[in-house]
């Protein structure tokens, strides 16, 4: 079991949506080696598909930058200890939508 | 410039559509550095929502794994020197 906290970087969710979908994060670091970032992503995406409907998009992962388009209300980025997590929503239509940009920023790169 | 050459690891793009993907990452790579992978995605998702409508997602770098719905024939997968870009058109925008 993971002990980290989840340290929320960016988001525009309700707060109980959030805690949900941070629920599911260590849910899937129980349920998964940690470096199978793909089948951790898998998890989250697939819960919040049921829970809230489709389409959700899950990226995770130690180092990456993004651009996406979600809708307004469905945007989370978040770290559990080593692992950062984007997930997000795809919007119906433009007007509900809003682009972020985010990426974990490090000033070098470990080549390990 | 980079000499090094992108290797598509997945896509059901159409030809043309890969190649501006390959050509949207060659150019963010000489526009940022390396390690700046926010503004490289930002880069490729912006040309693609102006050349093939909005609703456009970019995920670029060497660490990550991802799980996603994408419209179908817009979805690419490929390597170039060390980073992996991922691009694709969410499953909400119907065409």
Redesign the interface.
Known sequence: MLEGKAVVRETDMPEGMQSYVMELAHQALDAHEVS???????F???KL?EAYG????????????????H?CGSFIFFRVEMMEF?IFK???N?TE?R?E??????K??NCD | MLEGKAVIEDTDMPDKMQIQAMASASEALDLYDVFDCTSIAAHIKKEFDTKYGSGWQCVVGSSFGCFFTHSKGTFVYFTLETLNFLIFKGASYLI
């Open positions: 199978d970032c793909q089948s951790i992503a898998h989250i995406k697939q598909d489709p389409a959700w998009n899950s990226v995770v992962g130690k180092d990456f930058g993004s651009c996406i388009t809708l984007l795809d919007g119906k433009f939508s682009e940009a985010i990426g974990v920023l490090q070098a790169r």
